[in-house]
């Protein structure tokens, strides 16, 4: 257990031993709960597959203590808990003592309708700040929701006093993940504060005992990027004993202790620590006695007794916190503390077995059949625990999930005349935007991995400024150096410029897009970045869409349209990304007035309570725009699909697409009414609507003996049930494929399915099949086919 010296600390607050008592008793019922939860669901509850529930008892016990130690005398309303995943039951059973779980709940743990394997906001019916599962994710939107809460404060929608600590509670292993770090650095550039990272630091990981080299450098790390760490080693007891002769020669001991062999110990007992510690350390004076003062039970008591689970030392450190500064603590724990198979290098998803579990039954003293019982075997005591739950701070009636107020867009946002891409044209609706003053334009917070100029934010920055908490002059400017782009910072501006991470960018729109349910103000975020990157930030974009964050994502440009940038930059199967998250809707115009009513149409859904955030991805190709008679198809447009060249009943001939290659579309179909006059040609915005809405019907089917027909089948209704179709996206050929099983259509798809090469769009567009020509072959093919 290597570790440098703790530092010194401030003197820290006493703590009431009456209160301590209270708080440990409430810890054991809480070991009992989390455990018997777990036990209930893979031993008790009737298994209809045999599959193994898990449940994480032995993660659970590391960071019981640290848990109870905040939510019983630590944490306040207006605080925020990223909670480790595999301390769920943990969670769930502090919520049931609150009244905010039920036993239902907990009996049906793993299972459908139940308690969740990991802490979520939106499956779990008890109080869930931030959801977790993939590891570190949970961690790094701590960081983010802290400056969100900034941005709030600094534009004074939000009180300074009610600013809240934005905690993470982790296990050591999740310092793997590379994201922590990505949030460290950018965390350190716009100066975060109010953030804890409490690191439960067992020493294993799932496979193995963790490394002892990095320990050393955890501190090193965290402290170069502006934090304040604070090493939670010896409990109480082991500082007692360093006290004695023979201590600092015990002390030194446990700090050279490599982390394998201190776990293999601690599962051993007290008879093989006084071995180990006689053969290493027993000649130095005074070792021996020390030892002969304590028994083999009392000496496992002592080595165990690590500051992670030591309740009075945590109140007292976490209470002794007084500025903003980020802290991180790490909290030396046993994995698996006080159950039979502590410090095992395989306890990870190891479960005690029934002998084990009527053992630790007994020694909590919970009667047989009581078992849920929040305090049976503890009448004594059970009145007074009660009213202590009912003033913990953290569980007074105070509103923790708001409701923010839905934000209009008061103005049609126009689109975008002549000869224009939809990147061009987002960038010019949102500078308009900028100019404007409506509400919703306000509450608009833009963000961008080093890609806000080109993905056409530049203007809307101009207008609005870079947010910054302290003031940041442009320089260029100031020099009178010519540039389009005014980057002033300030308090109130509503970009928050990143640096090129796009794990980062995906979790500041997910904290973002939680500003209304976290902190009670809404903000709109829209994010930006280059659309094949959405791949590199990808478990975090379905973190914050698992969340139910709501955020307008603008993934530009995209596909082999990009030609000169060559394969790295040519998105290809990000459409069926956009189409198979969920909490997401894709859409791909081709035209700027598909763009302005998409925008419009997004901006009020991703407020509604059955809403969803917004994925737009956007070509830089400039197309010529349509001439339109009227606006009926903006209906038909919001629902995925419309004609944009409505065939004749009975047509025997269709072709579908998406986005940029509408010119070839329509080209195609010109030379195709020569000889199948009733062809038709639809536009396809939306796949994932179209989609959504057509499965659906499917899954409707049976349900209530009514078949509903969809958008799609609809529209494809007027086509001979003999019609071809095809289908062409620059893109995966999957987007659109489907389309023909919906009427049982012979269908075409023309599409990207491999990586691209530098070109023009004419030679790319004819290499990969997607162009006029391909569409033309493809038509003749369905056409003659019948």
């Not at 077995?353 to 503890?378: D, T």
């Not at 396809?684 to 019907?697: A, N, Q």
Request: glycine share 10%; hydrophobic share 40%; net charge negative.
């Amino acid at each position: 257990m290597p570790l440098t010296k703790p530092e010194a600390t401030d003197v820290r607050p006493i703590v009431d031993p009456a209160e301590l008592e209270t708080i440990t008793d409430l810890y054991d019922r809480v070991q009992w709960l989390s455990s018997w939860t777990i036990h209930h669901a893979n031993n008790i509850r009737e298994s209809r597959d045999g599959l193994k529930v898990g449940g994480h008892q032995a993660s659970s016990a590391s960071l019981a203590a640290i848990m109870c130690a905040l939510y019983f005398g630590v944490l306040q309303p207006e605080d925020r808990v990223a909670v480790k995943p595999h301390a769920s039951p943990v969670f769930h059973a502090i919520q049931y003592l609150f009244g905010k779980q039920t036993r239902d709940q907990l009996e049906r743990f793993r299972a459908l309708g139940g308690a969740q394997s990991y802490p979520s906001r939106t499956k779990d019916i008890d109080d869930v700040d931030f959801s977790t599962g993939s590891v570190g994710l949970g961690v790094a939107m701590t960081a983010f929701a802290s400056m969100v809460q900034d941005h709030l404060i600094d534009r004074g929608l939000v009180s300074a006093d009610k600013a809240g600590r934005m905690i993470a509670l982790m296990g050591d292993a999740e310092l793997d993940e590379g994201n922590i770090y990505e949030a460290l650095i950018e965390g350190y550039k716009h100066n975060l504060r109010n953030c804890w990272w409490v690191i439960d630091y067992n020493r294993q990981s799932l496979d193995s005992i963790t490394s002892d080299r990095m320990f050393t450098r955890f501190t090193d790390i965290f402290e170069t990027t502006g934090w304040k760490v604070i090493n939670i080693k010896y409990g109480k007891k082991q500082q007692a004993a360093f006290k004695r002769p023979g201590g600092i020669a015990l002390r030194d001991w446990i700090d050279a202790c490599p982390n394998t062999l201190y776990s293999a110990l601690t599962y051993k007992g007290g008879a093989a620590w006084r071995d180990r510690l006689m053969a290493d350390i027993g000649s130095k004076r005074g070792v021996k006695k020390l030892l002969d003062g304590y028994s083999d039970d009392a000496l496992q008591t002592l080595m165990t007794n690590l500051g992670g689970h030591d309740i009075e030392l945590l109140l007292e450190t976490f209470r002794s916190i007084d500025s903003d500064q980020p802290h991180c603590f790490i909290c030396y724990t046993v994995k698996g503390y006080g159950l039979p198979f502590q410090g095992h290098k395989d306890n990870h998803s190891g479960l005690m077995n029934p002998s084990q579990m009527a053992e630790l039954q007994a020694q909590m003293g919970v009667p047989e059949g009581r078992e849920w019982e929040p305090f049976a075997g503890m009448e004594d005591k059970a009145a007074h625990l009660e009213n202590f739950l009912k003033k913990v701070p953290f569980n007074q009636p105070a509103t923790r999930r708001h409701d923010a107020p839905t934000l209009k867009l008061e103005d049609a946002l126009e689109p975008v005349t002549g000869k224009q891409s939809t990147q061009v044209a987002f960038g010019k609706i949102m500078n308009a935007l900028g100019k404007g003053t409506s509400p919703l334009a306000d509450r608009i917070i833009t963000t961008s991995p080093d890609v806000t100029v080109s993905t056409n934010l530049g203007g809307w920055v101009n207008q609005r400024g870079i947010y910054s908490r302290d003031l940041m002059e442009d320089v260029f400017k100031a020099e009178k150096v010519v540039s389009p782009q005014i980057w002033q910072g300030h308090g109130k501006g509503q970009h928050m410029e990143l640096g090129i991470a796009e794990n980062n960018l995906f979790l500041a729109l997910a904290a973002m897009g939680l500003s209304g349910s976290l902190f009670g103000e809404r903000l709109i975020p829209v994010g930006t970045l280059y659309d094949p990157f959405i791949n590199r930030g990808l478990d975090a974009l379905n973190y914050a869409c698992y969340q139910d964050a709501r955020f307008m994502l603008v993934a530009t440009p995209s596909g082999l349209t990009l030609a000169p940038e060559g394969g790295a930059h040519q998105s290809i199967h990000t459409p069926v990304i956009g189409m198979a998250q969920d909490k997401l809707v894709y859409f791909e115009p081709a035209y700027t007035d598909e763009l302005a009513a998409i925008m419009a149409w997004g901006f009020d859904y991703m407020q509604q309570p059955d809403g969803s955030s917004i994925y737009l991805r956007l070509s830089t190709r400039a197309l010529a725009q349509p001439e339109r008679d009227g606006d009926a198809w903006q209906a038909d447009l919001l629902k995925g699909a419309y004609w944009e060249h409505t065939p004749e009943e009975g047509a025997e001939l269709a072709i579908i697409y998406t986005g940029a290659v509408a010119p070839e579309a329509n080209a195609a179909l010109q030379e195709i009414l020569e000889d199948v006059p009733g062809a038709g040609l639809m536009a396809v915005p939306s796949p994932d609507l179209l989609h959504k809405d057509w499965s659906e019907s499917v899954r409707s089917l049976g349900r209530d003996g009514v078949r509903r027909e969809s958008h799609i089948g609809r529209l494809l209704s007027g086509l001979s049930p003999n019609a071809g179709i095809v289908t062409v996206i620059d893109g995966a050929p999957t987007t659109l494929s489907w389309i023909g099983g919906v009427k049982g259509h012979r269908t075409m798809p023309l599409g990207v399915d491999e990586f691209g090469q530098s070109g023009d769009i004419d030679d790319l567009y004819d290499r990969y099949r997607i162009g006029t020509d391909a569409i033309l072959d493809a038509c003749a093919s369905v056409f003659t086919a019948r």
